[in-house]
């Protein structure tokens, strides 16, 4: 049994790689975007609504490993209590944390995945139009990128980085072989080109 932690910057492709690992492992997705935008509609302000929502997810995935199922914890990694929560529960339930971070940094690629996917109330519009509820004005998407990028929150080991710029033919075997190694077995680390933003 396992908890895992998924990562990465909006679009990236984490419910992708979440939906993979439902469909094979029998686990089940508990997904923030989904838990925030029911909060909201529910008349949290959005100030509050953040904090709502994470008080929930780990509610839900403590549930789910109470009743015997592996779960994933599906929201962004941007502070240290994200992480360190992931690993206490599963700490709890004996179950193994595992921490898959999906990364790319394509802002063209990015900007086409946000446009195209099933959008959820707490879901940007595009790299540079934030969700319904932070207003219409355009943002400096490449900044608040950066800036997300540098706030990934990852453990010291034991977890797998995917270069999400290659085909998930390829991708979706990685995953699988992570979540089926003994636990300890290692990080693993993408083969990641090098992009400049500025190029994008």
């Not at 509610?59 to 962004?76: E, T």
């Not at 996917?117 to 900044?143: C, I, K, M």
């Not at 977890?159 to 990685?174: A, G």
């Amino acid at each position: 049994m396992f908890l895992l932690q998924m990562s990465g910057v909006p679009g990236s492709g984490k419910s992708t790689v979440a939906a993979h690992v439902v469909d094979n492992f029998g686990a089940v997705a508990v997904d923030y975007d989904v838990i925030k935008s029911a909060v909201l509609d529910a008349g949290v302000d959005l100030a509050g609504s953040a904090k709502a929502a994470y008080e929930v997810m780990y509610a839900l995935a403590r549930q789910i490993l109470g009743q015997g199922r592996p779960v994933v914890m599906d929201s962004p990694c941007f502070w240290p209590r994200i992480l360190n929560e992931g690993m206490e529960i599963a700490r709890a339930y004996d179950a193994s944390y595992r921490y898959i971070e999906c990364r790319i940094h394509d802002l063209g690629l990015l900007d086409e995945r946000l446009a195209h996917r099933p959008r959820l109330r707490t879901h940007r519009r595009s790299v540079n139009l934030p969700p319904p509820d932070l207003g219409d004005q355009p943002t400096d998407g490449e900044a608040l990128y950066r800036e997300a990028w540098d706030s990934i929150q990852r453990p010291a080991d034991n977890y797998l980085q995917l270069d999400m710029h290659r085909p998930l033919t390829e991708l979706l075997p990685e995953v699988n072989a992570y979540l089926r190694a003994p636990r300890g077995a290692g990080s693993r680390t993408p083969r990641t080109p090098t992009v400049s933003l500025s190029q994008v």
